[in-house]
C-alpha cells in the first residue's frame, strides 16, 4: 500500500512545493498528476479571490451560506463567517502601504527582495503563478489564512513595482469590473475597461497564435475563457451603439482587429464578426461596405 500524501508534504511530482500547492489541485479536479501544473494554480486561486471578496461585500449572503454548510457538514463548530471575515483578501492587502507588504512577507521568512522579483516577474505573464514558483517554493512560515497573503502580496506589488508590465490578473480585473459595468448599463465605463482588456490581451499573446482558442490556452485561468469573452464584448458594443453611434465605429475596427489578429479563430465566431461589422456600418449609414460584408 502506497503511503498517504500529507498536504503539507512535499509534492511527488517533484516541483519543490508543498502537495496542497502543487499536484492536489489537479487531483481534485479529477486529473492526471502529470497534468500542466501551471493551470490549475491559477484558476483556483482566482476563483477563491472573487468568490471571499463577494462574501466579504455581502454580509447577508455570507451568513445564509454559512448556515447552509452548518446544516449540511452538521458541525456545530465550524464558523464559516467567520473564517471568510478573517481571510485576507485584494482589499485588505491594498489598504497596506508597499513596505508594510514587504515586511509582512519578510516576517514569513519570505525573501523578497524589489530588484529580483522585478527579473522574475520578466518570464511570467501571471502574478500568481510568478508566487508559485518562486515564493510558495521557499520556507515560508505560515499558517491558515495567513498563507494566502504570499499570492495575494504578488498581485498587489506587481500592480505596484510594474503596472506597465501587463498580466493575466490586471486583464481578469478588467473584464470582471467591465461585466459589472455592463450589467448596471454604463457602457461608457465597461466598454472602456474592455477596450483596455483587449488591448492588453493582444499585448501579451505572442503573434504566431492565430486563433482565440489558442490564446486561451495561452492565458490560462482567466475566470471567463477568451473565447467567450470575445463574442460578449462584440454584443455588447454593438448593444451601446443602440444608444450611442460612436460604439458602432469602436464594434467595427474591433471586429477588424479580432478577424486580423486570430483569423483561425472558429469559422463561426469569424462569421459573426463579418456580420457584426457590417450591421455597423447600416447603422452608421454606409448601406454599400455593409453590402460588400455581407456578400463576402
Not at 161 to 183: A, R, T, V
Request: charged share 30%; hydrophobic share 35%.
Amino acid at each position: 500500500m502506497s503511503k498517504k500524501i500529507g498536504r503539507n508534504d512535499p509534492c511527488p511530482c517533484g516541483s519543490g512545493k508543498k502537495y496542497k500547492h502543487c499536484c492536489l489541485g489537479n487531483k481534485a479536479a479529477g486529473t492526471n498528476l502529470t497534468t500542466s501544473k501551471s493551470e490549475a494554480p491559477v484558476i483556483n486561486r482566482l476563483a477563491i479571490m472573487r468568490f471571499e471578496h463577494k462574501l466579504q461585500d455581502n454580509p447577508e449572503q455570507l451568513e445564509e451560506i454559512g448556515k447552509e454548510l452548518e446544516n449540511y457538514s452538521g458541525d456545530r463548530d465550524m464558523d464559516f463567517k467567520e473564517f471568510i471575515l478573517r481571510s485576507w483578501s485584494i482589499d485588505k492587502v491594498k489598504k497596506m502601504s508597499t513596505s508594510e507588504i514587504i515586511e509582512k512577507l519578510q516576517s514569513m521568512n519570505i525573501d523578497f527582495e524589489i530588484e529580483r522579483f522585478k527579473k522574475q516577474a520578466q518570464n511570467h505573464i501571471s502574478a500568481i503563478q510568478l508566487a508559485e514558483d518562486h515564493y510558495y517554493t521557499q520556507n515560508f512560515q505560515a499558517q491558515g489564512p495567513d498563507e494566502d497573503f504570499i499570492w495575494l502580496a504578488i498581485i498587489e506589488l506587481w500592480n505596484r513595482i510594474i503596472p506597465e508590465k501587463f498580466n493575466m490578473e490586471m486583464i481578469d480585473d478588467l473584464i470582471q469590473e467591465g461585466y459589472e459595468d455592463i450589467e448596471n448599463r454604463n457602457y461608457k465605463d465597461g466598454i472602456e475597461k474592455w477596450e483596455k482588456a483587449w488591448n492588453m490581451i493582444i499585448s501579451i499573446v505572442p503573434p504566431h497564435i492565430k486563433s482565440v482558442t489558442d490564446a486561451d490556452k495561452f492565458i490560462p485561468g482567466l475566470t471567463q475563457f477568451l473565447f467567450n469573452w470575445c463574442q460578449d464584448f462584440e454584443v455588447e458594443l454593438g448593444n451601446a451603439g443602440v444608444e450611442d453611434d460612436s460604439f458602432y465605429v469602436k464594434r467595427i475596427k474591433y471586429c477588424q482587429d479580432f478577424r486580423r489578429i486570430f483569423p483561425h479563430s472558429d469559422e463561426s465566431i469569424i462569421k459573426n464578426m463579418l456580420r457584426a461589422e457590417a450591421e455597423s456600418y447600416t447603422e452608421l449609414g454606409d448601406i454599400e461596405t455593409a453590402k460588400k460584408l455581407f456578400q463576402g
